[in-house]
């Protein structure tokens, strides 16, 4: 059955620190893996990735995916409570979405 | 990017009615996809809705409870069927488009059932 795993499930951290969050997966046709930041209802666009190695940069979000180990993680630097949020990784598979079951970041002032 | 609008924002419905949900995309995609997020989980795939024909619905969910429609390439509907306080949930429209993988979220959904 195709999955995807997030960890850790929450986080709680202070501002300035630097969090790493972790996405696996197993689905039989890979095509891409996005990444979605959700604060009230609607999840808005990250990332996607789909070749290994090659990290995605915005600002203080960074993400690069492992297709061998079939993995990625989202990096966050010197963190803001902004950035207090539910981040969910999906795989794109087979014409559709599949999510993990986030992780709930919280950014202590 | 696609921008898309889905009203109701949100509902308090009564055990045993349905409601209506609409999807407006601001530019012609692909493909548009409904999925339910229930309190404190990820998101779930309803269904895929396909423009011209019967939407593909996932495992679990059938059209008799959660009927929808496309009738063109920028605008969806999603029924809620004979509510129960179990159907309470965030419902959210996406929509592919262009030559990648990104899927763009509606503001959602939120329907609460008494």
């Known amino acids: 059955e195709d999955k995807v795993v997030q960890s850790p499930l929450s986080l709680v951290v202070h501002e300035g620190d630097t969090v790493t969050l972790n996405c696996s997966y197993e689905v039989t046709n890979f095509r891409s893996l996005l990444w979605y930041k959700q604060e009230k209802k609607a999840p808005t666009f990250l990332f996607m990735l789909t070749s290994s190695g090659i990290e995605k940069k915005s600002g203080r979000l960074s993400s690069i995916l492992d297709k061998k180990e079939l993995f990625s993680i989202l990096n966050i630097t010197a963190t803001q409570t902004g950035d207090s949020a539910i981040y969910l990784c999906?795989?794109?598979?087979?014409?559709?979405?599949?999510f993990g079951q986030g992780t709930e970041l919280s950014v202590k002032p | 990017s696609a921008v898309i609008s889905q009203k109701p924002s949100r509902d308090i419905c009564q055990r045993g009615t349905s409601l209506t949900i609409q999807c407006q995309v601001d530019s012609q995609v692909t493909m548009m996809f409904w999925y339910r997020q229930q309190p404190g989980q990820s998101l779930t795939l309803i269904a895929t809705a396909n423009q011209g024909s019967e939407a593909t619905y996932e495992s679990g969910f059938v059209i008799d409870k959660f009927p929808i429609s496309r009738p063109n390439l920028t605008f969806s509907t999603l029924t809620v069927s004979n509510m129960s306080p179990e159907d309470s949930s965030i419902y959210l429209c996406s929509a592919l488009g262009g030559s990648t993988d990104t899927q763009y979220f509606g503001p959602g959904t939120r329907l609460t059932v008494l």
């Open positions: 999906a795989v794109f598979e087979g014409g559709k979405l599949i």
